[in-house]
């Protein structure tokens, strides 16, 4: 099977894994710069908080990289195996990735919270295509 939708599933994976690299390669030199002794005796929430928020904003990304883009791929994934993941389903799921990576680049850098909100909203338009678009095959319609 080579469904077009599959494209920006796998590029989401990909930048998924970008933040990942980006959280990291901040987070552990700021853990060395603030002296935080790694005590499994202290909640993590605990132990992040000492961070600067700049270094905060990368993990935060991360964290919501593995929350609401799931449905996406529940739902990219459903239009790809249904032989529906072409047409305006595949343009909701490039529209949804491109906004997914802007928010990412905007929470991790300037942080701005209506310009992330906006993108957020967009986004979830684009995510509500999406899932109109699987509630059409999962009943038939």
């Not at 929470?107 to 919270?113: G, L, M």
Request: aromatic share 12%; net charge positive.
């Amino acid at each position: 099977m080579n469904s077009p939708i599959l494209a920006p599933v796998a590029l989401l994976i990909a930048w998924s894994l970008v933040m990942w690299l980006w959280m990291y390669a901040t987070r552990l030199p700021a853990i060395a710069r603030q002296k935080i002794a790694l005590d499994a005796s202290v909640p993590p929430r605990i132990l992040m908080e000492q961070l600067p928020a700049t270094t905060r904003w990368k993990a935060d990304n991360y964290n919501h990289l593995m929350e609401q883009p799931t449905l996406f791929y529940a739902a990219a994934l459903l239009l790809a195996v249904s032989e529906a993941g072409s047409g305006l389903n595949v343009i909701f799921a490039w529209f949804y990735v491109i906004l997914r990576i802007i928010h990412s680049l905007v929470q991790a850098s300037i942080n701005i919270i209506a310009l992330r909100f906006a993108l957020h909203v967009l986004g979830t338009g684009c995510l509500f295509g999406l899932a109109w678009g699987a509630l059409k095959v999962g009943f038939g319609l």
